[in-house]
């Protein structure tokens, strides 16, 4: 089992760009895959992305084009990589850590979230 921190979020105005980080107290490499999740104000948590183990990514419609989840298996860290920031995008941010079965990611482990402001 992982412990995961977030850190990153903050105010940005529309058009803008943020880089969230999530660093992994144990090991992210095999066999966890990893994913970014968002919860708005009175919305349901949401799959934003995520990426296995190989480096495979998959994304919601809502961002693809604008965001990229990458990962460093070296220092237990994943980032999400956030441009052309809408409103919309305005959300408290998690990383998780769990599997990618059948092209769906089941999460397993969550971290505590970063809020992420768009806003002019």
């Known amino acids: 089992q992982v412990q995961l921190v977030e850190s990153g979020g903050g105010l940005v105005q529309p058009g803008g760009s943020l880089r969230l980080s999530c660093a992994a107290s144990?090991?992210?490499?095999?066999?966890?895959?990893m994913g970014w999740y968002r919860q708005a104000p009175g919305k349901q948590r949401e799959l934003v992305g995520s990426?296995?183990?190989?480096?495979?990514?998959n994304y919601a419609d809502s961002v693809k084009g604008r965001f990229t989840i990458s990962r460093d298996n070296a220092k237990n860290t994943i980032y999400l990589q956030m441009n052309s920031l809408k409103p919309e995008d305005t959300a408290v941010y998690y990383c998780?850590?769990?599997?990618?079965?059948?092209?769906?990611?089941?999460?397993?482990?969550w971290g505590q979230g970063t809020q992420v402001t768009v806003s002019s």
């Open positions: 990426i296995t183990n190989g480096g495979t990514t």
């Open positions: 144990g090991s992210i490499a095999s066999p966890n895959d």
């Open positions: 998780s850590a769990g599997v990618v079965i059948l092209s769906t990611f089941r999460p397993r482990n």
